[in-house]
C-alpha cells in the first residue's frame, strides 16, 4: 500500500540553525501538506501546496517557513532560524484532490536546544 | 478560535464496552469529516470519514453519527478492545473555497481500555 514517507524521523538542532525535513508524499497525489503536533496537543495546519505554489498558510507559518517540491517526488519544509518553540512533531500528509483522504507520514520529531 | 470541539479528553472504557467520542463543529462550509487514529510516535491514520448528505456510517466496529442541523457528529466503537487504546482526533474540513482541504483537528481523546 502507497504511503507518505518522511526523514529524518528524529532532528536535534540549535537554536538559530537552518532545518530541512523531507517528505516523499504518496506517487499520483497531487496535494501537500505540513503539519505540527506539540507534544500532548492537537495537530495544527501550517501550508498546504498544490501546483507548485503555496495554497494557504495558517499564523504559524511565517517567513521563517518555506516550502519547495525540488523535484517530481520530494515536497520539503524548511525552517530558517529556528526557535524553541519550534521543538514539535512535524507531519507531511498528501492527498489526491483537495477535499479528499489525507495520507499522513510518521513524522519528524524536531527537537531544539 | 477553536473550529472543531471534541469531548472527553480522556476516556477509561472497559475491554468490550462502548467508547463515544463527541466533536462539534461552528463552520457550515466544512463538509467532510474524518476520524483519526494516533498511537504514540507515530502519524494520525484515518479510521473513517462522513461527509454530510448521510447521518452515519459503519466500518466494522467503528460507526460516526452526523447530525448536520446540531452540527455535531460521533465517533462510535463497539466491542471496545485494548488494542483500540490510542489517541483519536476529529477533525474538518472543506472541500471548496480558499481553505481548501485543510484539516481543522479537534484536541484529541485519549482512549484507554482495559483488559
Known amino acids: 500500500e502507497p504511503e507518505v514517507t518522511q526523514t529524518p524521523s528524529h532532528q536535534v538542532t540549535q537554536m538559530g540553525q537552518e532545518v530541512i525535513l523531507r517528505c516523499v508524499p504518496i506517487?499520483?497525489?497531487?496535494?501537500f501538506y505540513w503539519y505540527r503536533q506539540i507534544l500532548g496537543q492537537k495537530v495544527e495546519f501550517l501550508v498546504s501546496?498544490?501546483?507548485?505554489?503555496?495554497?494557504?498558510k495558517s499564523e504559524i507559518f511565517d517567513d521563517q517557513f518555506s516550502v519547495e517540491r525540488p523535484d517530481g517526488s520530494n515536497f520539503t519544509l524548511k525552517i530558517r532560524s529556528t526557535k524553541l518553540e519550534d521543538s514539535a512533531m512535524y507531519f507531511c500528509a498528501s492527498s489526491a484532490s483537495g477535499g479528499a483522504t489525507q495520507y499522513f507520514g510518521p513524522g519528524t520529531r524536531l527537537l531544539v536546544l | 478560535q477553536q473550529q472543531v470541539k471534541q469531548s472527553p479528553q480522556s476516556l477509561i472504557v472497559q475491554k468490550g464496552g462502548i467508547s463515544i467520542i463527541n466533536c462539534a463543529y461552528e463552520n457550515t462550509a466544512f463538509d467532510y469529516f474524518p476520524w483519526y487514529q494516533q498511537f504514540p510516535g507515530k502519524g494520525p491514520a484515518l479510521l473513517i470519514a462522513?461527509?454530510?448528505?448521510?447521518s452515519e456510517k459503519k466500518e466494522g466496529r467503528f460507526t460516526i453519527s452526523f447530525n448536520k442541523s446540531a452540527k455535531q457528529f460521533s465517533l462510535h466503537i463497539m466491542d471496545s478492545q485494548p488494542g483500540d487504546s490510542a489517541t483519536y482526533f476529529c477533525a474538518a474540513s472543506t472541500g471548496r473555497g480558499s481553505t481548501l482541504g485543510r484539516l481543522y483537528f479537534g484536541r484529541g481523546t485519549q482512549l484507554t481500555v482495559w483488559p
Open positions: 506517487s499520483n497525489h497531487l496535494y
Open positions: 501546496f498544490y501546483n507548485n505554489e503555496i495554497s494557504e
Open positions: 462522513i461527509r454530510p448528505d448521510v
